[in-house]
Structure formats: structure tokens, C-alpha cells
DNA sequence: AATTTATAGTTTGTATAGCAAACTAGTTTG
DNA sequence: CAAACTAGTTTGCTATACAAACTATAAATT
């Protein structure tokens, strides 16, 4: 693949993953076993309307799994990464990666 | 900086230069002196309508500069990265790869 | 106990922007 | 001289990112 090539696999990335809120998403829940939807807003300072939507956004591509339960008696949202999800995240890494050294 | 940090960082890249489309004419154009609106629709593969867009909108933001002459009796449209762009790409890398290695 | 405030999200409305189709203007070719 | 090609720009559509408004329940305040 020469240099042009790598530089013209800009296009190819993956739109959904390429937005920069859920890159953050995907990237803080590659690392954890599970996140809750109050710890991202706060981490993220997203606002909740716009953490739901990429949240739905995400789920409905199964890159990562929601359960909604509740702690006490408040309602608990978790987010987990999908082996789909973790794919697609090392996917564009490695396609960006690629092009950035080009 | 932490690494939350770095990872909520990729909340403040610079949209402009976050589209792959204008983040690949911003990679050619930083690896050469100059380059043809013609030459970048072809390696891009991207309608004439969309390059003049996103061409339109580096300009205006500084981080090219656009120079309109005659080849023979053809028009020709050069296109150079500007000090301002090649900063704004320069910056652009380091915060995204300080992200991706967090 | 009733009203306000806080928690945890979802739905809705708006404004922006990416994209290609249609258009403009001039040039070459048959 | 008409048709086709070159080199772009403008226009219209669609999708989406974002926050404001809304829903529902729980805790705190008066």
C-alpha cells in the first residue's frame, strides 16, 4: 500500500466510530468492564440528551451492550463494549494510525 | 495530564480538520510545495461539488490559500497549506495520538 | 403532607454540514 | 456550428450533533 493509498483510507473510516463523543465513549469502555451513564456524562461533560442519543446510536450498531436495572431505587444505565465494538475501535485505530505516519 | 484527560481531549478537536475529506487534502497538501484541485479529485475520488466545499471552507478558515490563474486557455486551481494549516494539522495529530496511546 | 428540588434519563426541535446533482462558463473536437 | 469535454460553483436534500424541553421517580424542605 503506498503513500497515497494510506492517505485516501481517510475516507474509508468509520463515520460512527470517528465522531470524537463516542471515540470517547468506545475508548473509556475499552477499558472498563462496565460504565455507568452518569459516570460518562459527568466525564465527558456531553450533555444527557446528546450522551443518549450516541448511546443508542452505538447500541443500535452492536458496538456496545446497554442494561438498564436499578441501585436502590433509582434507575442504573450500564454501558458495555461488544467484541464487535472493540473490533471497530482497533479498526479505525489501525486505519488512522496509517495515515497519520504518511 | 491524566489520562481522562486525554481521552475527554478529543472532545476539543478541531471539526474542520476532523472531516477525513479535508484531514486528507490537508496531508497531501502539507506534503507538497502545491497541488491541483484536479489532481486531488482524482486521487480523492470525491465530486468536484464537495472538494469546492470543503476547498471553500479551509480558506475561509485560513489554513489554505487558493490561487486561481490559466493553464493555456484552461482554468487551474492551485491549492497550498498555510502556516496557520500546517499548525492547525500539526495540533490536530498530537491530540489525537495522545488520546489513542491513553 | 404538600411543594419544591434533585436524579436519571428520553424525546423533540433546530441549526449545521456533508454530499451529489444540476448549473455555469469556456474550450476542444467532429 | 453543434456536441462533448474541462474545470469548477451553486443549490437542494438528507443526516446528525447538540441542547432544551419533557417524563418519571425519589429525596428534601417547609
Redesign the pocket.
Known amino acids: 500500500m503506498n503513500n497515497d493509498e494510506k492517505l485516501t483510507g481517510l475516507l474509508n473510516l468509520d463515520?460512527l466510530v470517528h465522531?470524537?463523543?463516542r471515540l470517547l465513549m468506545l475508548s473509556v469502555l475499552a477499558q472498563a468492564k462496565q460504565v455507568?451513564?452518569?459516570y460518562l456524562e459527568t466525564l465527558s461533560g456531553?450533555?444527557?440528551?446528546?450522551?443518549?442519543?450516541?448511546?443508542?446510536?452505538l447500541e443500535a450498531a452492536g458496538l456496545i451492550e446497554v442494561t438498564?436495572s436499578f441501585?436502590?431505587?433509582?434507575?442504573?444505565?450500564e454501558l458495555r463494549i461488544t467484541p464487535a465494538g472493540r473490533k471497530a475501535l482497533t479498526d479505525y485505530r489501525r486505519q488512522l494510525s496509517s495515515a497519520m505516519q504518511a
Open positions: 463515520r465522531e470524537p463523543a455507568e451513564f452518569t456531553l450533555s444527557k440528551g446528546n450522551l443518549s442519543s450516541h448511546m443508542s446510536k438498564k441501585r436502590g431505587k433509582r434507575p442504573l444505565t
